[in-house]
């Protein structure tokens, strides 16, 4: 089974991280954050969006990567989109990338053939004409009421009591919850009117298959913008590493300083393996998807903050000041490190799918 990359899956990377890099830069980050003084300079006032970013995505087709041709995407699946997740991993992208291309699409292609709203819906997405959010509030899973820059979405969808209904933001009570990253413009999710037929997507077991498969690609795509993080955060150190001296040498010289950013490099290019077989499995809707979903989180998110930790300890105090471009994309290492699911979670769900073989 091969699990690297194809020549096409690798140049559509490499076009993503471009675009990114022209459009996704630092100073664009910080002014996706609501507050200037947190995000360590900006305009403030921040909706966690790039609009420049989003639009040009769009227009690449990245939107509609997993969505099929007759429905004018691209046709491709969760093994084509995740190394792009990487990369807006990378840009510490703070736009909802993967709910709307990779979670809602693969909720929605449950019931498009039968729900006319579903079909239309896969069709905006593509075109780049609306933006998603999901919400898992279903107990089978790993409950999440939070939702990222919910305000500016056009439709969420949610999980909830066996069943998946699309809403529009407006017709939920949202809240809004101070994280960490600020770039994220997080808000915490509450019913307010018991949901009806309206707004039924799914019900009975294609929602119960719906609602797992969409879980374990939110568990997966966020292990690999993990993976992104983790190597920005580890070139940033390197290249700091590099540029700093001390006692007249630079302290990418001292072997305690390599010994920390190796560890820590080692336990990020472990992970990736475990992401992009999971992507496979998830593609090929394998049994044993949940499983390798639950694989990759668990040591993802394990690598991501050994790589944030060995990054700051690295940088000493410089790297506290949020001013630095460091903690743009070690807060977000930290908050998805934890979102749909932690290492802790999905170890023990690791755990229980081994014991029920």
Request: aromatic fraction near 6%; glycine fraction near 8%; charge should be negative.
């Amino acid at each position: 089974m091969r699990f690297a990359l194809t020549e096409d899956q690798i140049e559509f990377r490499a076009a993503v991280r471009g675009l990114l890099a022209d459009t996704c830069g630092p100073d664009e980050l910080r002014a996706a954050w609501p507050d200037a003084e947190l995000a360590g300079g900006g305009p403030g006032g921040g909706h966690g969006r790039v609009p420049g970013a989003w639009s040009a995505l769009a227009e690449m087709g990245v939107l509609g990567v997993m969505v099929s041709e007759s429905e004018g995407g691209l046709g491709m699946t969760e093994e084509d989109l995740v190394p792009l997740l990487v990369e807006a991993g990378w840009a510490a992208l703070p736009d909802p990338l993967a709910a709307t291309a990779g979670v809602s699409v693969t909720l929605l292609q449950q019931s498009s053939a039968t729900q006319p709203l579903a079909a239309q819906m896969l069709s905006k997405i593509a075109a780049g004409q609306v933006s998603l959010g999901v919400a898992f509030l279903d107990g089978s899973v790993a409950a999440s009421h939070f939702v990222p820059t919910a305000t500016s979405l056009d439709q969420i969808l949610l999980c909830v009591n066996g069943q998946v209904h699309i809403v529009a933001p407006q017709e939920v009570a949202l809240t809004p919850v101070q994280s960490v990253d600020g770039a994220r413009d997080l808000f915490s999710l509450a019913l307010t009117d018991d949901l009806d037929e309206s707004t039924l997507l799914l019900s009975g077991e294609a929602a119960q298959v719906g609602t797992a498969a969409a879980f374990n690609f939110a568990a997966v795509a966020a292990s690999a913008e993990l993976i992104g993080l983790s190597r920005r955060m580890l070139e940033m150190t390197i290249l700091y590493a590099t540029e700093r001296k001390q006692f007249g040498v630079q302290i990418g010289s001292f072997q305690a300083v390599k010994h920390h950013l190796t560890n820590a490099s080692l336990a990020v290019e472990f992970s990736e393996p475990l992401v992009l077989r999971a992507a496979n499995s998830l593609a090929l809707g394998l049994p044993q998807a949940s499983l390798h979903a639950s694989m990759a989180k668990a040591k993802a998110s394990a690598a991501a903050k050994a790589a944030a930790a060995a990054s700051l300890q690295v940088h000493g105090a410089i790297g506290y000041t949020v001013e630095y471009d460091l903690h743009l994309f070690m807060k977000r290492a930290w908050v998805l490190a934890g979102e749909f699911g932690d290492s802790q979670f999905h170890r023990r769900r690791v755990s229980a799918e081994l014991l029920a073989v």
